[in-house]
């Protein structure tokens, strides 16, 4: 394989794909190596049959909104690869939901997965549908059309979808209710569901505490500890708030949340008191991040990012491609030691170099981040066995995973000067557990 000749033949393919080209090449620049050491995988076409994914579904989603005025919009399926186990991964609510930026979010889960040693396969789904301004009863409608088409495509053993940007518990509640109607069965084909019905405990915390827990092992491995350090965190949903909830509990100092309207940066840090506002804010009064500086008298960057400001550890948990060259460049020069992806693909590949040649600590989302599916296939088992484990539980295996991908990280990724490139380290791990089952089953 030549990485130039197959991005080249992608990019011919899917010229208007541009999310989904700069994930292929980043995996596929650092397997290349390993993979040409394998003559057989060529032969068998292993990286088009990895990089293109098994079935994109497409559809109209009409729906009714609060004045009884119809609406549409686009929704999408993509399953990747059930090469070691069913399609999973969640499905994204955002106006700027288009078939690249699930292209390239359905690649990346399927690595991921393999990464959390379960039994999982990847995939993501979305619509461009924006709950920004909607009332719930809109949002319950949008779920309901949605799932009207999807259902025929997921099952607890087919294809299992979960949250994602703009997709929490009520939409996950709204979408099962829909889907159990339907599919007249109570299975667990969806995950992140509400406690009552099937949910695990830890999940709606698995993605932030899972994104720590992978820093700290990090942090391990040079000495360093993390209480007191200054944190800027991105985004205010679900994987930042629980990233900030970990941090104070750990002693760490948060000092930044964002959204898309703009950033805070409270200098004092945002404390657990603090951190409840912004639950209430975010998740009930479906608020925006300036009313905390409105509150509490700090400042607030209309426009801006967090990576403006000076912290220590950065841990970027917003969106795709929101930490570029220049940022990572002034983080570094003003002491940043460590940077932990809770979202997908923060940080675009000119930041990663910068990092890398810095040689401070980097972990791509795809190792960091994925304690959220990892505890979902946790919830996964727990349907099937029709049990629930205790919070104690869930949160040790969730622990146990998140070393258990961090070791991979190393076995694989450290270089001859003992630097730890986690970027490599991930993609050779997931990418050959998925290669060695595509090659075990045939050509199909
Ligand atoms: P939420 O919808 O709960 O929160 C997303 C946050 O990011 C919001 O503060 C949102 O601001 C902001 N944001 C979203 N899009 C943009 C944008 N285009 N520009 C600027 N800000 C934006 O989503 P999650 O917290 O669940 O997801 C955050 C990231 O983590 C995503 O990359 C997701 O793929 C990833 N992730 C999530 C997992 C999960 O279990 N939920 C698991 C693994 C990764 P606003 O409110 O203004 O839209
Ligand atoms: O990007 C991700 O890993 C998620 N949004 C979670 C997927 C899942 O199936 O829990």
Redesign the pocket.
Known sequence: MKVQAVVDDLVRRFPHEPEYIQAVSEVLESIEEVYNRHPEFDKAGLVERLCIPDRIFTFRVTWVDDKGKVNVNMGYRIQHSNAIGPYKG?I???A?VNPSILKF?AFEQTF?NALTTLPMGGGKGGTDF?P?GKSSAEVMRFCQAFVLELWKHIGPDTDVP???????GREIGYMFGMYKKLAKEFTGTFT?KGLEFGGSLI??E???YGNIYFLLEMLKLRGIDIKGKKCLV????????YTCEKLIELGAIPVT?????GYIYDPDGITREKLDYVMEL?NVE?G??HEYAEKYGCKYVAGGRVWAEIGDIAL?????N?LNGDAAKHLVSTGCIAVSE?????STPEAIEVFQKAKILYAP?KAA?????A??GLEMTQNSIRLSWSHDEVDDKLKQIMTDIHAQCVKYGTEPDGYINYVKGANIAGFMKVAKAIMAQGTV
């Open positions: 969640g994204r609510f955002h700027s979010l991921k924006s920004r979960a949250g994602d940007i703009g997709v929490g992140g999940r709606p698995a993605t932030g991105s985004g205010s949903g679900n994987v930042a708030q949340l964002s959204d898309s309207d975010k479906r925006r991040i970027p948990s917003a969106t795709q929101e809770g979202a997908n693909m923060p989302g981040n994925a304690g959220g599916v505890t979902s």
